[in-house]
């Protein structure tokens, strides 16, 4: 595998079920992104984790519970989701957190809400 | 929060084509990427531009980065068919958040039917 790869890519989901996002990284890279694409809106970040370590929570409910096991590997845990949280949910990392590094995607993962 | 202008929101091609799309901003950026994203699949990065002024070519893509540091545009030469997508802007701000992006809305490319 090479790249950033996401599973599963597609999910359904109910309001009331607990599933996990997981990202895996094949490059490298110390830094980790979360994001939201919702349609007609642009990409939204969601989390940011450097070295393992969350270093910016962009305002995002408590019912997105990410979690950054080592530099390779992202989670992003959901519980109790509400419809309004279907979006495509994009893992991306990037060498540095520093300025000048450019982020690379992985495919994302289609979440609907029920 | 910050915004990029992304324009146009959409665009229909026809094959040989040029296209050329534009992202504006108020603010001051350190760095742009220009990504593009096929239906399914996350976003795939084309060029990124370091330096006021900059121009880069990737194939029949070339961007540059705009001298004031608050634009830049895309040109695509001679369209082809899988040239269709979203493509998307992002910039690093000057003083920003280290290292996070700022997205643009995206331009749909389409082909003329």
């Known amino acids: 595998e090479t790249g950033v790869t996401q599973t599963p890519r597609h999910l359904v989901m109910g309001m009331t079920n607990k599933k996990s996002l997981k990202c895996e990284q094949h490059?490298?890279?110390?830094?980790m992104y979360w994001y939201k694409q919702s349609a007609k809106k642009p990409l939204e970040l969601m989390f940011v984790?450097?070295?393992?370590?969350?270093?910016e929570n962009n305002s995002v409910p408590s019912r997105f519970s990410p979690e950054c096991p080592n530099s390779s590997h992202l989670f992003l845990h959901l519980h109790t989701l509400q419809p309004e949280d279907s979006a495509l949910y994009l893992c991306?990392?990037?060498?540095?957190?520093?300025?000048?590094?450019?982020?690379?995607f992985g495919p994302g993962t289609r979440l609907t809400v029920l | 929060g910050q915004q990029l202008n992304q324009s146009p929101q959409s665009m229909f091609i026809q094959e040989g084509e040029d296209v050329s799309m534009n992202c504006t901003s108020s603010?001051?950026?350190?760095?742009w990427l220009w990504y593009k994203q096929d239906p399914g699949e996350g976003p795939v990065l084309l060029i990124a531009?370091?330096?006021?002024?900059e121009l880069t070519s990737n194939g029949r893509l070339t961007a540059q980065f705009g001298i004031t540091r608050k634009d830049s545009f895309l040109n695509i030469s001679a369209s082809i068919p899988s040239d269709v997508g979203i493509y998307f802007c992002?910039?690093?701000?000057?003083?920003?958040?280290?290292?996070?992006?700022?997205f643009g809305k995206g331009t749909k490319l389409s082909v003329k039917p």
């Open positions: 603010s001051i950026f350190n760095t």
């Open positions: 992002a910039g690093q701000l000057h003083g920003g958040s280290q290292g996070n992006l700022i």
């Open positions: 531009l370091y330096k006021a002024g």
């Open positions: 991306a990392s990037s060498q540095d957190r520093s300025l000048g590094y450019e982020q690379f």
């Open positions: 490059l490298g890279h110390n830094a």
């Open positions: 984790y450097s070295l393992e370590e969350r270093v």
